[in-house]
């Protein structure tokens, strides 16, 4: 690396006007947290390292601050405000950088952030004897034309086409004077096609698949915050009596004993149920299903939780877990802990290894130890992709 001759000198522009709307979120992408730092970060760093010496970025109308807190400390940078398309943003940008007279300039989009050096070292390379460089790559998928109705009208030839990517490298004064006489009446794709238009020549380098576009949500899936998060946390307790069945996780268990309540009373199912409603703030158990409405008499408990899942469904959350623990002395949980599971994770979808039921005695203390009653309580996570 250090045996390499050093690059010609070289300043750039980074567009980063967009508001990034696709990938959702509040914040324009080019500003958002991506593999550790924002966004537009990774391209000033690496236009740093290549020994860029000026660094104008094309910012949203009234964010250069978040435009400059992004890019971080680093040699000379500025911020300038985009246009309406993004000939004018880079215009703005080329007019910024005018003062400066540099001989050559790099034109990238803040939203290829995974920019190699030996992509800025070809394109610098090749203006030795090119006015424009772009780097580009071949198409691998064959192509159609695409006529009335969605009907295949034809075959484009893959061969003599290529996905162009940026930074786009120009001599400064070619590219400035292009801009210059550009029509803004009509569109163009790049600044490659603004130089072409004028008749300049432009070179194509070999492009790098890691430059490729942030344009959805899961380009930001492993390294930004795509979901929201949320706890829920419920507890119950119903009375041990004789003649009574005794329900637990919507499995029913042989014992001397049952427990009393209004619906049937399944205390473990209860305590979920209050968890997921806490989660997604819509009240508790009683709220929906009050003991006094004659409905609810000798329910089973499942449709009380498959609701209280529905409800968090509608709110956008699904559960991630369900953590119970069930508190008695009598009957043993263990043996019927995988049926309890296996039934929650039927009732709320998910898989049994998201459900984990625990049991524990209060060691002959309280209502628990003297088998009054059985207790429960619950924590659930959830989330929601935004
Ligand atoms: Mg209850």
Redesign the pocket.
Known sequence: MNDEPALPPFSAIIVAAGRGLRVGGDTPKQFRQWRGKPVLRHSVEALARAGCSEIVIVAPAGMHEEALAAAGEHLSISAVDGGATRQDSVHAGLRALAPSRPAQVLIHDAARPDLPQNVISALLKALDKHVGAIPALPVVDSLAVCGTGDVMSGKADRETLRRVQTPQAFRFGDIMAAHDAWNGATDAGDDAQVLSASGGSVALVQGDERLKKITFAEDFGDTMTTAQFRVGQGY?V?RLQAGEELWLCGVKLDHDKGLA?HSD?D?AL?AITDAVLGAVGQGD?GTHFPPSDPKWAGARSAQFLKHAVKLASVAGYAIGNIDLTIICEAPKIGPHRPAMRSEVARITGLAEDAVSIKATTTERLGFTGREEGIAAQAIVGLAKHV
Do not use: S
């Open positions: 119950d119903h309540g009373a205390v209860h158990i």
